[in-house]
Every structure is written in structure tokens, then in C-alpha cells.
């Protein structure tokens, strides 16, 4: 969406505030003659802004730039999950690892945990293309929040929540393929 700050009934940023409320996705590029506003334009995560006037240059590079942001975003995998009777797409790189327990999946996500009935067995093919790995029977770790290993204990990110690192199990039969993984993961020779 391209805004221009000064429009008539409401301005561009208070616009974009109401969209930001809908959606936290759709990209914004500010149109302006005022810089002063460029700096507010980070209160609603503007992708970008062109100053007036605008030449077509500027207006292509700004497009094709929005362009390329929006299809990148396209390639982030997202797995439903049915929360409490809430349908929700998680996209896979927030989840830090799920954990099975009388069949109840939890998917301990950067901000909170999501629970679902479900199989580990059904999951685990797409998780493990996008850099899970088995740490138990009952456990898929995504390697990006693993921060470290201490005998058979592993140390997991929290995410955007912060804090001390949360501590699984390693089991015995899994730990050699575990630090094969996770070495490749890191680009380590081990």
C-alpha cells in the first residue's frame, strides 16, 4: 500500500495505524514532502518511503524492492494447528520444538505454547525438512534456538520472551545423530 502522509478526512499514519490493526503483514511505503515523518513511519513498521516528488525511478526501485519482500515472505512454510478449537497458522521458524504427551501435541512457539491432539509420527516429515531434529522419541528440536549441549541435556532459546534456556533431554540412542545434525546445522566439523 502506498500512503501518502497527507490525505484528506485522515492522514497516512493514522491510516496506517487502522491497517496495522487488521494486519501486521501488508507492506507500507509512505509518499511524502515532510522527512519529519519518515522516523514515524517505524511506529507502524513502514517497508519504506519516497519523498515528493516522486520521479519513476524512484517509484520502480520502491515497488520492485516491496515486491521482493512480499514474495520472500510468501516461502515462510506455516503449519496449522488446531488450538482449543481455533484454527492457527504457525509459521515453522517461530516454533522452537514440540513435545508429545498422551497424544496431545504442544508446539512451544517464540511467544506461547500451542496445543493440539495429534501424532508426533504425522508431523515429523515436515519438521524435519526445515531443520528439526529428533531429540527423544517424544521431542523435535528446531536447531536455529538450540544454544547449547551439556552432556545429554540441551540447552533451548526461549525466543522473543527471553531468559534462562529451557533444559530437554537428549536420550542416549539419539545423541550421536543429534550432534551430526546439529554440527551440519552449524557448518562444524565434527
Known amino acids: 500500500i502506498f500512503l501518502d502522509i497527507e490525505m484528506p478526512l485522515m492522514d497516512g499514519l493514522n491510516l496506517a495505524h487502522k491497517i496495522r490493526e487488521r494486519d501486521d503483514d501488508v507492506s507500507i511505503v509512505f509518499v511524502t514532502n515532510m522527512k519529519q515523518y519518515v522516523i514515524r513511519g517505524y511506529e507502524v513498521d ?14 520502480s526501485m520502491k515497488l520492485e524492492r516491496v515486491i521482493k519482500k512480499i514474495l ?18 504457525i509459521p515453522l521458524s517461530d516454533i522452537r520444538y514440540v513435545d508429545v504427551y498422551q497424544h496431545k501435541l504442544s508446539f512451544h512457539a517464540t511467544d506461547k505454547i500451542y496445543e493440539s491432539r495429534g501424532s508426533l509420527n504425522k508431523i515429523e516429515p515436515l ?29 533451548v532459546s526461549k525466543g522473543k520472551k527471553g531468559g534462562e534456556a529451557e533444559k530437554l533431554t537428549i536420550s542416549h540412542l539419539r545423541k550421536k545423530e543429534f550432534m551430526s545434525l546439529l554440527n551440519k546445522y552449524l557448518g562444524v566439523n565434527a
Open 127 to 155: 519438521f524435519l525438512e526445515h531443520n528439526f531434529v529428533k531429540c527423544s522419541n517424544y521431542c523435535l528440536v528446531n536447531l536455529k534456538y538450540v544454544e547449547g549441549v551439556v552432556d545429554y541435556t540441551l540447552l
Open 72 to 89: 520472500n515472505k510468501k516461502d515462510i512454510v506455516k503449519f496449522k494447528i488446531n488450538d482449543d478449537g481455533v484454527i492457527k497458522f
Open 46 to 59: 513502514a517497508d519504506d518511503f519516497i519523498l515528493k516528488p516522486v520521479t519513476y525511478e524512484d517509484f
